[in-house]
């Protein structure tokens, strides 16, 4: 891409308002256009923010040739189809997780990738988290040793979330623990076996067809002597909020805390028993990120200077600037790890390489949880990963 910025439509301002600051802060990207359903609500952010490019219809964005590349915000449900229609449009795609909810529809964006040369990264938030960058450190500093397992979870209460949510079945949504088991090593996983447990509620079962409340899924990866586990829960499973992972290797294993506020825990090899685990405090990875947008990896935008007055006015009787107070997930930036999204993608196209994840890492993780699903329904039959999810021929 010849020139030294990009041009960024956001699409969805729910969770994707998060990310307004930090591509207008961002040295290489141009905050250039916003597009929501509801023109006032689109009004009042793109105001806030001082966005003048504001659409109602994605595919006025589209038909926009100022507009380089789409950041996809929207409902889980629309991510496959828009990160498609996108694609077609000629616009590079960056969308928050999962890639998409079919086999189909990642098949799909894989090869409108491959076809059309253009870029495709799923931002998926945990891969760039500060618990991952600390432990991906370890990772290739060596100090792990062999790494010889992996586990993640991802536990939430969805109950009175938009109406997509009741009964979905939890693998649907796996990226989370997924992707860390196979990001640590750039593994593939090659097939997946999964059992589901327990039963939900008989109003939430009829939507999906999924009775399951929680699915544990078994996954081995390709051309590794590595397995990794994960389990997912949503409904009627009583588990403070939780995304994690654990890496177990010859030297050290670092084990996500079990309680919201702990630290986590780092176990050291041939120590005294008594001096084998010991609690550790993540550092924080801001230096690998330009300076302009640093302070996003410890602060909301509601704690920077430009938007301070924003704190107090976000529970305003009218609501004016309520949407701006998302889920705490999203305020506490996920471990550190918006900036670091925006970062790797406007990184990618200026420097024509591909994104991590790229379409076939995203494809791969995101259809471990579609395929895991399948496989709870059929009692936990071994099923393997397609083609298109492997960076090279089996």
Not at 25 to 35: G, S
Not at 107 to 126: D, P
Not at 177 to 195: G, K, M, N
Request: glycine share 8%; hydrophobic share 35%; proline share 7%.
């Amino acid at each position: 891409m010849p020139r030294d910025k990009v041009n960024v439509a956001i699409i969805g301002l729910g969770f994707g308002t998060q990310f307004i600051p930090i591509y207008k802060r961002h040295p290489q990207a141009n905050m250039y256009a916003i597009c929501r359903r509801s023109e006032k609500e689109l009004n009042d952010i793109g105001d806030i923010f001082g966005v003048e490019k504001r659409y109602t219809n994605y595919d006025d964005v589209l038909a926009d040739p100022a507009v380089d590349f789409v950041h996809i915000n929207t409902p889980i449900p629309d991510h496959g189809p828009m990160s498609i229609a996108g694609l077609k449009a000629g616009k590079h795609v960056m969308c928050t997780v999962p890639m998409a909810t079919s086999v189909d529809d990642c098949q799909q964006i894989v090869e409108l990738v491959q076809q059309t040369g253009l870029k495709y990264m799923m931002a998926e938030t945990v891969v760039y988290s500060r618990e991952f960058l600390f432990v991906r450190e370890l990772y290739e500093k060596g100090e792990l040793g062999k790494v010889q397992f992996l586990q993640g979870s991802h536990q939430q209460d969805m109950d009175g979330w938009p109406e997509y949510w009741p009964g979905l079945p939890p693998m649907h949504y796996a990226t989370h623990c997924v992707s860390p088991c196979l990001a640590l090593t750039r593994d593939e996983a090659e097939y997946v076996s999964c059992f589901g447990s327990g039963t939900i509620r008989e109003e939430l079962i009829g939507k999906y067809g999924s009775p399951f409340a929680v699915e544990t899924t078994h996954f081995k990866f390709r051309n590794s002597d590595l397995s990794a586990r994960v389990h997912r829960s949503l409904f009627d499973t009583a588990r403070q909020y939780r995304e994690s992972f654990d890496v177990f290797a010859s030297k050290k294993a670092f084990e996500w805390p079990l309680v919201e506020g702990e630290d986590p825990v780092l176990h050291t090899a041939k120590k005294p028993q008594a001096e084998v685990a010991e609690r550790v405090k993540v550092p924080d990875y801001a230096h690998l990120l330009p300076e302009e947008i640093r302070d996003f990896t410890t602060k909301t935008f509601l704690d920077l200077p430009e938007y301070l007055h924003l704190a107090s006015e976000g529970a305003d009787p009218d609501g004016t600037h309520a949407h701006l107070i998302t889920d705490p997930g999203s305020l506490e930036g996920h471990g550190g790890s918006h900036p670091h999204l925006a970062h790797e993608f406007v990184s990618a196209l200026l420097e024509d390489r591909d994104p991590f994840p790229n379409a076939v890492q995203s494809a791969n993780y995101t259809c471990v949880g579609i395929l895991a699903h399948q496989s709870a329904l059929q009692g936990g039959e071994r099923i393997p990963l397609p083609e298109f999810t492997f960076l090279s021929p089996r």
